[in-house]
């Protein structure tokens, strides 16, 4: 087995040794070459100790941020590589950080306190595959296992449950079954951890291919972190646009979508707020006003869960337009163009399409054509480059200003006035016909 590590990974091991250390690449790394996968980063893990790993790279930009836990970080050629000294962990009162890090001398005993097998593997170029732990097996068998006692590991540190979620996710594996039991076990530690971990383990389980399973199988892990979810589960729809319960729908819908941070987002809350919205008439469910509710829950559990405003407004405003139905014309998508801004519009035809692909399968090609209709008209417009914004209004506050219109208020008012009439197709899209029109106003 032969990983090719890149030339200044190759220096950074290189120079420690000639200064008499050990030393390997490890972790994330590993896993991802033999996976076939260029790894996004390689982390280098030694037998020195922080203020040897200094000296050694004198000269050099050094960060120390991690050097309380060993780890310090070199730039090399504008690269950051982070050499971390072997070390094992204890005593996590907070479920999270390690109390202690002891530094050790052997990689056997750093490689014991890694999470799962596939990340407790070390590489050198002389000295081969350090594999203790069976690591290669379960990344052939599509395998995630906790290094020794899945329980107490999952107790030390509640993240792993989630980065177990995580990986499985990603690659498309499954949990070992003494592994799942005890995520299962220990899913309530899962409040201790902080939110912002918590949110970024969650964006790229849900940006995982595996994504469908984790979020059928471990829904009662989920529901620790989103408590909401809860009542999706097993709710019957009793509906002719659904087969699935809620939250089979929600993950159908999830996976389904494009793997983007905000549209799997999205997907994961867009019928959040339909368990409290349910009525019955005449033996069918409806769900009146659910894209509303939906979109004031998913903001709180955005906030909750401290992502950016951006993301927020983002997945706001897509849920509570995802049941949005207007015609396949001009006038309706250019008005939502408008409001929107053309990368939401994009998305929300996306959401619309994944929300589709979820519902009673006879129902499908009729609601998938119509949204394919809006696809190519909105297509059209955008070839076209018709207006839907003041950036394409033939007519700017300089040109009002030039047939006498006083700067001001009013400006802003008139080009809004007109970009409506545009929109709207009562005007043309024609500098002397806007100008016309803004003259006899004005008269
Ligand atoms: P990626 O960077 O692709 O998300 P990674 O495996 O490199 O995956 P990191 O969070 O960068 O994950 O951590 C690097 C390595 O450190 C892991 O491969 C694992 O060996 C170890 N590790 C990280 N977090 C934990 C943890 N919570 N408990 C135990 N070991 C961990
Ligand atoms: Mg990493």
């Not at 052939?140 to 590991?153: D, E, L, P, Q, Y």
């Not at 059928?216 to 989920?222: D, G, H, K, M, T």
């Not at 906030?303 to 207007?326: A, S, W």
């Not at 939401?344 to 129902?363: G, S, T, Y």
Request: neutral net charge; contains cysteine; charged residues 30%.
């Amino acid at each position: 087995m032969k990983i090719t590590l890149t030339p200044t990974i190759e220096q950074v091991i290189n120079k420690l040794e000639s200064a008499g250390f050990e030393a390997f690449v490890v972790g994330g790394c590993v896993r991802d070459s033999l996976l076939g996968k260029r790894p996004h980063d390689w982390d280098v893990c030694t037998d020195a100790l922080p203020a040897q790993v200094i000296s050694c790279f004198n000269g050099w930009p050094v960060i120390e941020t991690g050097l309380k836990h060993g780890t310090v970080t070199v730039i090399i050629q504008g690269f950051p590589v982070e050499i971390t000294t072997y070390r094992t962990e204890s005593g996590y009162s907070d479920a999270r950080r390690p109390d202690q890090v002891t530094f050790v001398r052997k990689l056997e005993e750093d490689l014991g306190r890694r999470d799962f097998t596939i990340n407790a593997m070390a590489y050198h170029p002389r000295k081969g595959l350090k594999d203790l732990f069976g690591g290669q097996e379960d990344l052939h068998r599509g395998i995630i296992r906790c290094v020794g006692s899945a329980r107490r590991r999952f107790e030390e540190d509640a993240l792993r449950i989630l980065r177990a979620l995580r990986f499985a996710s990603v690659f498309g594996f499954s949990l070992e079954k003494e592994t799942a039991q005890a995520v299962n076990l220990c899913k309530e530690r899962l409040a201790m951890i902080a939110p912002e971990r918590i949110r970024t383990e969650l964006d790229q389980m849900l940006c995982g291919q595996g994504v469908l399973d984790i979020l059928l199988a471990y829904s009662p892990v989920l529901q620790v972190i989103l408590p909401e979810i809860g009542e999706m589960r097993g709710f019957e729809q009793r509906s002719p646009y659904h087969v699935y319960d809620i939250w089979e729908h929600t993950a159908r819908s999830t996976a389904s979508v494009q793997a983007q941070r905000i549209l799997r987002l999205t997907m994961l809350l867009h019928d959040i707020g339909k368990p409290s919205c349910f009525t019955e008439e005449g033996g069918e469910g409806h769900f009146y006003g659910h894209d509303r509710k939906s979109a004031q829950m998913a903001g709180e559990i955005l906030r909750r869960l401290k992502y950016d405003n951006e993301t927020l407004e983002k997945v706001v405003q897509l849920v509570g337009r995802h049941g949005d139905c207007f015609p396949a014309q001009p006038v309706p998508i250019k008005r939502r163009l408008n409001r929107m801004g053309e990368e939401q519009f994009w998305r929300l035809l996306e959401v619309k399409r994944a929300d589709i692909l979820a519902q009673a399968p006879d129902k499908q090609p009729l609601r998938l054509a119509q949204l394919e209709e809006i696809r190519f008209v909105l297509q059209k417009l955008l070839a076209e480059k018709e207006c839907f914004s003041r950036k394409e209004l033939r007519v700017s506050g300089t040109d009002l200003i030039d047939i006498g219109i006083p700067q001001g208020p009013k400006i802003g008012e008139l080009l809004s006035d007109l970009l409506e009439k545009v929109i709207e197709e009562e005007l043309p899209n024609e500098k002397q016909a806007l100008l016309n029109y803004v003259r006899e106003l004005s008269k």
